[in-house]
């Protein structure tokens, strides 16, 4: 499981919307903490992302959720491995079905990897992961009604 803390930034009918924060930390591991693959999932900095509510939330409170391993392999497969396999598909079938030269190769393989990266891109946006609310922390009151201030 990949877990990330976010921040409701709003509340809209029924949805909340989650903020992923950018740690200075983020930079030294080159995308291999779970912060990366949420950033990667849902986009780069600041941007929010929908959730229904399923429990009361308040704006400012964080959320933990968890992702499962298994979906972000096979989101992995259909967007990286895909176009490379109908390239090669269309590499090999223009020189032993038709006996391209290797401009021909060239361009049935481009075309072939082009074919590919739409299906990824249709199945990608097809293909739904399973994000689960682990822990929803209470929102903190400021050190200074702590004290008595």
Do not use: R
């Not at 992302?49 to 972000?72: E, H, N």
């Not at 497969?77 to 060239?106: K, N, R, T």
Request: overall charge positive; glycine content about 6%; some cysteine.
């Amino acid at each position: 499981m990949i877990e990330q803390t976010l921040t409701v930034s709003e509340l809209k009918n029924n949805t909340a919307w989650l903020v992923s924060e950018q740690k200075p930390a983020c930079e030294g591991c080159n995308g291999k903490c779970g912060s990366q693959v949420f950033s990667k999932l849902f986009g780069t900095h600041k941007k929010a992302f929908p959730m229904p509510l399923t429990q009361p939330l308040q704006v400012g409170q964080k959320v933990k959720l968890a992702l499962d391993d298994s979906q972000v392999v096979q989101h992995a497969f259909w967007v990286y491995l895909l176009p490379l396999v109908m390239a090669f598909i269309g590499m090999f079938s223009a020189l032993l079905l038709f006996s391209l030269p290797e401009s021909g190769q060239i361009v049935s393989a481009a075309i072939f990897a082009f074919l590919g990266f739409l299906i990824a891109k249709k199945k990608g946006e097809s293909l739904k992961h399973d994000i689960k609310v682990i822990k929803i922390y209470p929102i903190s009151l400021p050190v200074t009604q702590i004290d008595g201030d």
